[in-house]
């Protein structure tokens, strides 16, 4: 059993009453269905667990109904390795972030959690939001292993409308930042954000990576988005009473302005999200270009993000239209890769089977910013500022026939970098009795460099700042010339 959650435990137990996983999961979720019951009018919602079926060894996905839970939690639940439960309630019988209907706790996974981080962390919740820090009191903290989980259980479910969910999203990663500090709150130094569909390991279950059970414990009350709200920036912060952003613009005039998804959505009633062509747009031949791009960035993964590059990469896969079969094969390869990545909790082949989920249309316009949380992977933009793409290229090679015009060359020639070769010929000109050595120990550029541009003779006429320059060369002649026409005002 590791130090730190026998330390924690001790520490909470000593404060906090202990709560039973069965009875966690009734408080959470009061109004599952009965078993038999079917609302049609999705007035009633179910919580959606995952539990490790291990005679077939398989994960298996199960509706927590309300008359069956206690004999269901024994079954399913209790001493099972691998149990997972968001704090959402779905229709249907997928917990997929579509079907999420409401939210009844918004959930925090902390990592890298010992005493001295706990007692750090109840120096910070409950105090005044406009502290830098300062967290809200949760409902339940729950012993995970190595780190906690953060739960704050709302007193009225938040009704999960599209905008809400991505308010929810903004409000969540908000406050995952202010209580996730290295060497304060955590000993990780990778900040883990997280979706709001996140599942987490259940109360009751075993952590069989660290031989631990998830143990619960009620440290507050039951919370409102109020609440929440204070402890997050004005601009992360979720406003009910705009679930929707409804559009100005009539339907006359989004036939005229958009007369392509006019026909698609309104006459022909598709109304599923349209698909980007990536693999049409890719400069190359290589379709999956995109895809291979993502597969590169392996190596600046930090131990924390390892689960979500699996995530991404299925992700990136249904973008560009890459078989699964190949995905699963690369999944493969990036998995033995990761395992090399140091970090605490080990990466399983569970979280394989769990990332492949991401390969749905579900996820197929996950956003870049949302990527780079999940992953902590710095993604450079193409910067068009507000033009399209055919606008844009067009003023791109527009200055770059300019640019090419001036100099008297093209940039497809690739004459080296200009800094480059501009370096050794200012030297050049200030040195002009100078050697190779002496050029590389005043510059320090590589001798292979300098050799390469030693001869180097800029154009005569050159581009710069909006402005054309034209070189020209003094000869003896034109000294003369200048001296005889200017020798009055000498």
């Known amino acids: 059993m590791p130090k730190d959650y026998s330390e924690c435990y001790e520490y909470l137990s000593a404060q906090f009453p202990e709560v039973g996983g069965c009875e966690f999961y009734r408080e959470l979720f009061p109004d599952n269905e009965n078993a038999g019951e079917i609302y049609t009018d999705f007035s009633h919602p179910n919580a959606i667990y995952l539990y490790k079926d291990e005679q077939a060894g398989k994960e298996r996905r199960r509706i927590m109904l309300n008359d069956t839970w206690e004999q269901d939690y024994m079954d399913y639940v209790e001493q099972n390795p691998l149990t997972l439960c968001s704090g959402l309630v779905y229709r249907k019988r997928a917990n997929k972030l579509q079907n999420a209907q409401r939210m009844n706790a918004l959930i925090f996974d902390l990592d890298g959690v010992g005493l001295a981080e706990l007692r750090n962390l109840f120096l910070r919740f409950g105090g005044d939001p406009e502290k830098v820090r300062r967290l809200p009191m949760p409902t339940f903290l729950v012993l995970s292993g190595t780190g906690l989980h953060v739960y704050y259980v709302f007193r009225e479910p938040v009704d999960l409308y599209p905008n809400i969910k991505v308010q ?143 995530m991404c990469l299925a992700i990136y896969a249904y973008k560009c239209g890459v078989p699964k079969k190949q995905l699963r094969q690369d999944m493969q390869q990036a998995f033995e890769d990761l395992q090399k990545v140091k970090h605490e909790n080990v990466l399983t082949e569970d979280d394989i089977r769990s990332a492949l989920e991401a390969y749905d249309k579900e996820y197929y316009n996950f956003t870049i910013k949302d990527i780079e949380a999940l992953t902590d992977i710095r993604i450079e933009k193409n910067k068009r500022n507000g033009r399209k793409q055919a606008v844009h290229l067009q003023g791109a090679r527009a200055i770059q026939e300019i640019n090419d015009k001036a100099n008297g060359t093209s940039w497809r020639l690739r004459n080296g970098r200009p800094s480059v070769r501009e370096q050794v010929f200012r030297w050049r000109e200030q040195h002009p009795e100078g050697r190779k050595a002496d050029c590389h120990r005043d510059t320090g550029l590589d001798p292979k460099t300098i050799r390469k541009w030693w001869d180097y003779q800029p154009p005569v006429a050159s581009f710069e700042d909006g402005h054309i320059s034209v070189k020209i060369r003094p000869s003896q002649e034109l000294s003369d010339m200048l001296v005889e026409e200017f020798k009055d005002r000498l």
């Open 168 to 310: 929810l999203k903004s409000l969540k990663y908000d406050l995952t930042f202010r209580m996730w500090e290295y060497k304060a709150t955590s000993k990780q130094q990778a900040i883990q954000y997280q979706s709001i569909n996140q599942c987490f390991r259940m109360v009751g279950s075993l952590n069989d990576k660290h031989g631990t059970h998830l143990v619960a414990f009620r440290t507050g009350e039951r919370v409102t988005l109020d609440y929440l709200n204070a402890y997050a920036k004005p601009e992360n912060r979720v406003d009910v009473n705009k679930p929707f952003k409804p559009s100005k613009m009539t339907r006359a005039q989004a036939k005229e302005r958009y007369p392509e998804w006019y026909e698609r959505v309104v006459v022909r009633g598709d109304k599923r999200r349209k698909q980007w062509d990536i693999s049409g747009k890719v400069h190359g031949n290589d379709p999956y270009a995109l895809y291979h791009w993502w597969l590169r960035q392996i190596g600046g993964i930090k131990g924390g993000h390892r689960y979500f590059f699996l």
